[in-house]
Structures are given as C-alpha cells and as structure tokens.
C-alpha cells in the first residue's frame, strides 16, 4: 500500500481559483498536498479580466514563496493554469503540472477557451473524472498520452454523530431525505417536488442556492409544505446536515456525471439513492438504491426503500468508501503517483 503514496519529500499544493471543494479535501491527506482556494466573485467579463490578472500575479508570487514540486490545477479557470506554467518558467528546479480537469472543462465555452488546448499540452499530467470524459478528451484533440482517469474517492473517517447545528437549521419532521445541489440544469428539481408530494411523512432538503433556479428552468414557486430549501451552507453546517439526514440523494438527468454527493454519501456512512445512469451505477450500484430520475415515483419508492432498510444501506455506503479507496490508491492514483515521482 505505501508503494501508492507520493514520497512526503515532495512539496505539493492543489490551486483553485474557485470555493471550497470535497474532491480536493478528500484527495489531500493520501496525496500531500495543500489545498488553496482563490474564488472569482461574479462580475460581468471586462471586470473579470482584470481579477484575472490579479489572481494570476497572486498566484505566481504565491507558488513562487512557497517553491512546490508538484502544482495541481483545478479547470476550469484556465487562466490559473497559466500561473503554474509561469511559476514553472521562473523556479530554479523541476516543477510537475497536473490540469484535475472538471467536466466544465470539456465542454463550451471552456473546451474553447484562448490557449486551453497550448496549456495543456505542456502539462505533465491531464486528469479527467471517468471515462466517459476520457472519451470526450480524445474527441477534443488532448493529448491522449497524458490524460488520466482520477475519479472522485471518499473521505475517510467522516462518520460520526451529529453536533447539532443542522437540527437547529432544519425545523422539521424525520425522515429527512438530503438533495445536495446546485439548482444546475441537470437536476430534476421538479421531479423532487413531485416525489415529495407522493410522501408528505418525509422531508425533502435541497441545498444551493435558489437564485440560480430560474435561469436553469426549475420553478421553485409553490413548493410542497414537506420540501426545505435552507440555501447555500457553510461547510460545518453542511457536514453536520451529512450526519444528521436519514438519506442522501444524488440525481442527474445527464449521462457521464459524477456526482460528488454519492461520494460524501458514502463518506458519511449514509444510505445512498442515485440515478441509475450507466456511469452512477458502475460507480456505486453495489451500495446505493438505483432509481429513475425522470419518474417521481420510481424516487420516492428509492428513498423509502432506504430509509426501511436504513441501517443495511449505510453499511453498504461505508463499505463500498473502503473499496473504493483501496482501488484509487492502487491502480488509479499509483499510476499517475509514477509520474509525480519520475526524476524526483
């Protein structure tokens, strides 16, 4: 197992220009490296250009004081990959990049963005989140040679009793049936409201940020008396919500999505109800209940389903982290662990 693990003489950093995000938390304590988050706040695009600029000069003057050999750069923003190409050009040794290329990445307008395909191609490694965006990078013209499949894996050790903080936000009945979301085009929130009307004993709490809702098509007037929309959390209030819920479901209308929900699910040692699309099910079928995200009925069935047999299904969950954290780390991480390691 340790053969899997980067040599810890190996400064790593993982930069963001973008909040918090569990993928990178869960990789750190297995990979070594520091997390930094630089968020760009929403703005039209010429006041954009210029925190661009700053983020970039803010970037580099950072990687600079802090030396790292290995730079990880979450994409889409493109622009902080060329802060890392920069701070490669400027350091007095061998410097690493790997682009972790979200989903975004490969698709309008970020698969078009100036110098995206220059700066990746001098990267030393391109991630990709599954297969099917391994696929999509092909079809783009990546360099194939480079790119990776490095899926999301859990966290360990997140299971644990809730500290309160969500019972004093959620004033309502048990069972509670979690949709963490973004109100994205992808995500059936009607389909949601319509299974939670078939089940008024169960209270539905759908994270995110309700503002973005109507430009994506979700009508949220009028919602079901047993539907809880608290907004967008802090992390501690979040994760306390992780331990508190009965059920955490992921849903997507979108073929080759990998939801990061179905992660914190099984971080979390948390029943699990997911769409039943050919990436989620090969991904986490053996721990989750599988429903149709078109069909209210087919969700609300899936989530009681998972709340009569909540402790068999929070078994699966924490099961399936474990079995999933043994395959990263050995075939998925180790291979591109070799090449952090090369001339190093």
């Not at 990178?24 to 070594?32: A, D, K, L, P, R």
């Not at 760009?40 to 000069?57: D, H, T």
């Not at 889409?76 to 061998?94: M, N, S």
């Not at 999509?136 to 009793?161: C, F, H, N, S, Y």
């Amino acid at each position: 197992m340790n053969e899997s693990l980067p040599s810890r003489s190996l400064h790593q950093v993982h930069l963001a220009w973008t909040t918090f995000q569990r993928r990178q938390e869960s990789m750190s304590n297995i990979v070594g490296f520091d997390c930094w988050f630089m968020p760009v706040p929403k703005c039209g695009r010429f006041q954009k250009a210029f925190i661009y600029l700053r983020l970039l000069y803010s970037s580099v003057s950072r990687l600079k004081v802090s030396s790292p050999d290995v730079v990880w750069v979450q994409l889409p923003q493109v622009p902080a990959l060329w802060a890392a190409l920069i701070y490669r050009l400027l350091a007095r040794k061998k410097v690493k990049i790997v682009a972790d290329c979200h989903n975004a990445q490969l698709r309008h307008p970020w698969s078009r963005f100036p110098l995206a395909l220059w700066s990746l191609k001098r990267c030393d490694a391109i991630l990709v989140h599954n297969d099917d965006m391994h696929e999509k990078a092909r079809v783009l013209g990546w360099p194939i040679q480079k790119v990776l499949v490095l899926e999301d894996v859990p966290v360990t050790g997140m299971a644990r009793q809730s500290v309160g903080l969500a019972a004093r936000l959620v004033k309502a009945p048990k069972p509670w049936v979690l949709f963490p979301g973004s109100f994205a085009a992808d995500e059936p929130i009607n389909e949601v409201f319509a299974a939670a009307r078939l089940e008024p004993e169960f209270t539905f709490i759908i994270t995110g940020r309700p503002v973005h809702a109507r430009k994506n098509g979700h009508n949220i007037e009028n919602l079901p008396r047993n539907v809880v929309l608290p907004g967008f959390l802090p992390l501690d209030v979040f994760n306390d919500l992780l331990c508190e819920a009965d059920v955490v479901m992921g849903l997507t209308r979108e073929e080759g999505v990998q939801l990061s929900v179905c992660n914190e699910a099984l971080s979390f040692g948390r029943p699990l109800v997911t769409s039943n699309t050919k990436l989620l099910t090969k991904m986490f079928g053996d721990g989750a209940v599988l429903v149709e995200t078109s069909d209210p009925k087919s969700i609300v069935d899936g989530c009681r389903n998972a709340v009569i047999n909540m402790s068999e299904y929070a078994n699966r969950s924490l099961s399936l982290a474990e079995k999933r954290l043994m395959d990263w780390r050995n075939n998925q991480f180790h291979a591109l662990n070799k090449i952090l390691r090369n001339n190093h």
